[in-house]
């Protein structure tokens, strides 16, 4: 008699400490100073676009350096619906993720003509043309960009709530509630992109990762897949991008649509936590959070440092940190592997 | 009759690859196809899986005209095919390469999967190495992987392509028996194969290529005595 199990000891009590550790992050503002709420803001957001990247490179294969195109969109979108619709600042964010799906389709139409590095360089050129339209977008600022009005901003929806709840300012409140709303962003995009794996689809996707030809041989539909992860990917992360640009409440081309700060860190975050597995990025945050914080003030040191570090990782680690630790202890705390159980199987019981 | 071609052909420029191919497979059978290095074998596998579409002719699986359908669908229609050099989904398991051909190939639930899934490991005696990741197997363990995956699929017509390729004669002859177990089941087999005494051992029938034409069909005995055969393929001058 066999049986299929993906569950592990590990996994369940990963689920039960990642339940803990959202109640605690929800209750954190009643504790945590401003700039602590600031700095898991930053964290919550990346690990959120390393997850998204995560999803698109490490199980889709498509190696994207143009996501800061639908980070970029997503946010001029919110922009525009406070500004030019005049909605509130939260009402606003899933415009974001609507304008970044909207844009998606004709990314991926021309992108997926092209395979490889080909891919990677077309999407950040899509990325650039995007940049340099929107740079001629004068109702929101043009080049230069422009803030959100202090009206819309000082009334965001439930900041009153929480002004009188923790006795804050109101942008400490507006802190709080853009800290709640990427908590929700990185629980879904976690939660969302683990489910992904534990269904039928997430065999196809790692089937199309390894082999094309051969998973169309066996019935997946690989063309069809790329597009609902290019897609899915992209809504979310202009959602991401229209969150953060909420909590700075100022707008630019060059900072909306940077490669460094939406792009390359995001990859340097999964490629020193581990692609291709959820607790990498998770780990990798944390890791670039750290080396933020210290070398943060050291200039061009900085992104230096970052760079010699991650092609270390690739030369030595190509699985990352979370793969040097799951390799040497055998832990998956987000069990995605299908095991086949029974008598004549190797290990099984 | 499970699968008929009918002038079927292809072209890359001005290469023919596929030069009016005719032949029909009744259901049951084991037919063979051997011809030269780049006679077009592998491409008429393309053609026959959907992997490559034709240019011109027809081609009919069960009846049906499929000469337009994608890969995928005649794969669930029931083609199942293995490559000449194993294209294993390297990051998965053994056990989850069967599990997505069966869950994609057929349609349904992976929980439905999982017997079937062990009956084909056991059959093709991977079973021990069901959780082994794949990229990790010896060559015919990755043999042994496509021919299970390609089972796992379903499929109501096998296509082998080379599946006894560099393997030694024991690993061969454990192989050649698997081949005909499921043969002996009722699937109908079509199998590219240069190593001719494994190939006729199975087989009912041979069909030659040369150039992407088709230049002789019938028994194995009559094929080996057919004087362009042995001038083409074998290089014996008659």
New interface residues.
């Given amino acids: 008699m ?3 199990t993906t569950r592990t000891r590990a996994g369940t009590a990963t689920a039960v400490a990642m339940l803990v550790l959202v109640v605690a992050g929800v209750m954190l503002p009643a504790f945590a100073s401003r700039s602590v709420i600031q700095d898991l803001f930053f964290i919550l957001t990346m690990l959120t676009l390393a997850q998204l990247w995560n999803l698109l490179a490490g199980y889709g294969g498509l190696v994207s350096v143009g996501q800061q195109a639908f980070v970029g969109i997503g946010a001029y979108a919110m922009f525009a619906g406070v500004i030019l619709l005049g909605w509130d600042p939260v009402w606003a964010i899933p415009l974001g993720g609507l304008a970044a799906l909207l844009l998606a389709v004709p990314t991926a139409f021309f992108a997926f003509r092209l395979q490889g590095a080909y891919f990677a360089i077309g999407t950040w050129v899509i990325a650039e043309v995007t940049r340099l339209l929107v740079a001629q977008w004068k109702a929101l600022g043009g080049g230069t960009g422009t803030s959100l009005p202090r009206e819309a901003t000082r009334n965001i929806i439930g900041t009153d709530a929480i002004q009188a709840l923790f006795g804050v300012r109101d942008a400490a409140a507006r802190d709080i509630l853009a800290y709640w709303l990427a908590l929700v962003l990185v629980v879904l995009a976690t939660a969302g992109i683990y489910w992904l794996l534990r269904s ?1 689809l997430g ?2 996707l ?2 199309v ?3 094309v ?9 690989a063309a069809k897949l790329k597009w609902a992860v290019f897609l899915i990917a992209a809504a979310a992360t202009g959602l991401t991008g229209a969150l953060i640009f909420m909590q700075t409440a100022r707008i630019s081309p060059d900072a909306a649509f940077a490669v460094t700060d939406w792009t390359a860190y995001v990859i340097f975050i999964v490629v020193i936590g581990g692609i ?1 597995t959820i607790e990498g990025p998770i780990l990798g945050v944390l890791v670039f959070y750290m080396l933020r914080s210290v070398l943060a003030d050291y200039g061009s040191w900085y992104l230096m440092t970052l760079g010699v570090l991650a092609i270390v990782i690739m030369l030595f680690a190509p699985t990352g940190l979370w793969g040097l630790i799951s390799a040497r202890s055998g832990l998956h705390l987000f069990p995605v ?4 159980t ?1 008598a ?5 019981t | 009759m499970i699968l008929k071609l009918d002038n079927v052909s292809k072209s890359f420029g001005a290469l023919k690859v596929a030069d009016r191919v005719t032949f029909s497979v009744p259901r049951g059978e084991a037919l063979g196809i051997i011809g030269p290095n780049g006679a077009g074998k592998s491409t008429l596998f393309n053609l026959i ?1 959907g ?1 490559l579409l034709a240019n011109e002719g027809r081609l009919e699986f069960l009846g049906r005209d499929v000469t337009r359908a994608p ?2 669908q005649r ?2 229609m029931g083609i199942g ?1 293995s ?1 000449q050099i194993p ?7 053994v ?2 390469n069967l ?3 069966a ?5 349904g ?3 439905d999967m ?2 079937d ?2 009956r084909i ?2 059959e093709t005696d991977l ?6 990741v794949a990229g990790t197997l010896s060559l015919l363990d990755r043999k042994r992987l496509e021919l299970a ?1 390609a089972l ?2 379903g499929p109501e017509l096998l296509l082998l392509d080379e599946i006894a390729g560099g393997l030694t004669e024991g690993e061969c002859k454990v192989l050649v028996a698997t081949i005909r177990q499921i043969h002996a089941r009722g699937t109908t087999i079509i199998w590219i194969e240069h190593v001719l005494h494994a190939l006729t051992s199975v087989v009912e029938r041979l069909l030659v290529l040369d150039f992407g034409k088709v230049i002789g069909i019938g028994t194995p005995d009559e094929i080996m005595a057919s004087k362009d055969v042995q001038e083409i393929y074998l290089g014996i001058e008659v």
């Fill in positions: 066999y049986r299929l039928r065999l196809a790692a089937a990762r390894d082999n030809d051969a998973a169309q041989s066996v019935g997946v539909d291709g592997r299908r095991r086949l029974g004549k199987i190797e290990g099984g | 899986t992997n890969a995928m794969v669930r095919r490559f294209q294993p989904f390297e990051g998965l398991t056990f989850e599990l997505t051909a869950a994609f190939g057929r349609g639930r992976e929980a999982v017997d899934c062990a490991l056991d079973i021990r190495k069901a959780n082994t995956r796992a699929t």
